[in-house]
């Protein structure tokens, strides 16, 4: 196989890659028009697929949203039930999900893409692949699990967390590769040192980090406390999960796989295209998926991307690392927090008063999310074991919506800072780096 995992898509040069998106844009537009949402949408707009002479075109679709996911998946699907065999979602456990459906040849697809990511960062058949994500609706988990499986490489389903054991497996298994949120890579330097394990004596060699922001200088941290290289990658749940975009051994960038998502990248605001180096929202049109396809998807990401030559032979465009968001997600310990699911559960709590504050801290190498509640003047007892009860009872409603276990402070009534007009609910003090 050499040094690609699919030679003729990824060296395709850039004009035929484009003929190439061309051919399956009109695919997907007609696929995506068999839905009852898109049907609607497309109609409205007067489009079909002969809309199109060139990409340009796309611009005459509306864009997809977030809350149009949020509200219309169901009506999203192009298929019947039948040919649905599995979902993921996003962010939430309660009702504001993002909810993707997957037909058989979708998880066909995106397992190859995601081999063919691993593959262009030299994992092979030999290798041992252990996978830190979590297993359960996080595409994380199972996304690059049937990768790394697919690729060929003995997979060890480690799951989230559990960090002495993890540690173990690496040396049962003498684990050459590992996929792992950036944070947590720096927090089980500790448990490593609790173990008297040096990482470095492992036979690790490759490391795949994302699904949380992180700065140049993490990468490097982990880098070197492994002895391995560690590569980005860039995917989300919407639009499969990981295996979108990732980073090739010139680690300049993430290469979009545009053979599979159509990139185009977006001020913000007028919501015109954006040249290269220029910072704008990345939006992404399926143009494999069959069961669910997405036409212009809003990813809320901020990045700016190079069409230059990759020096790796890929001529897909790279992404840069992204800069931020256009809302307002918390990402912590690998978990999207929207601030609204807070307020959610707070706020249905009879005890909580009308005032709260949410702070995410870095303490040593663990992210914590702290989060200060007013309790009403009638609860605020000096009742030890009353505010304890409530403590508790707190923080497991929040950690059984957010999926992270916050430290939870009771405070008094009209004791945390109010400002003028719009309220601060969530303070980062986290430095990335
Ligand atoms: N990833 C994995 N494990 C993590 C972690 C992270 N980012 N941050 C901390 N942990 C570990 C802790 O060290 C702890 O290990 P231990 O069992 O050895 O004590 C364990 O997870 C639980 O820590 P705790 O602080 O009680 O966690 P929590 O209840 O706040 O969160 C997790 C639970 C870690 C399971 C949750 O944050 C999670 O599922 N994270 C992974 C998300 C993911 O896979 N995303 C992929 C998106 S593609
Ligand atoms: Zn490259």
Redesign the pocket.
Known sequence: MGKYWDAGIETLKFEELQKVQLERLRQTVARAGRSPFYGERLRQAGITSDSFQSLEDIRQIPLTSKDDLRAHSRDMLTVPLRDIIRVHA?SGTTGQATVVYYTRTDIELWADLVARSLYMTGLRADDVFQN?????L????L??HYGAERLGAMTIPA????????VQLMQQFATTAIH?????AL??LT?FAELNVDPQDLPLRLAYI???PYSAETRQRIEEAYGLKAYNCY?L?ELN??GVAFECPEQNGSHVWEDSFLLEVLDPETLEPVGPGVVGELVFTNLTRQGMPLLRYRSRDLASYDDQPCPCGRHSRRISRIQGRTDDMII?????IFPIQIDRVLMGLPEVDANYLVELKQEGA????VVKVEVKQDYFREDLKFLKALQKKITEAL?SDL????RVELVEHNSLPRGEGKAVRVVDYRVKG
Do not use: C, D, H, W
Not at 366 to 369: F, P, Q
Not at 403 to 406: A, G, N, Q
């Open positions: 996003s830190m994500m979590g297993y359960g996080f595409t994380g988990g996304g690059f799951g989230a967390g559990n960090s002495k054991r993890q792992i949120i950036p944070s947590y927090f089980l448990t994302g699904a949380e995917g749940s999960g990981p912590i310990k690998g978990v999207n663990n992210e914590t999310m950690k999926l992270v276990t916050p």
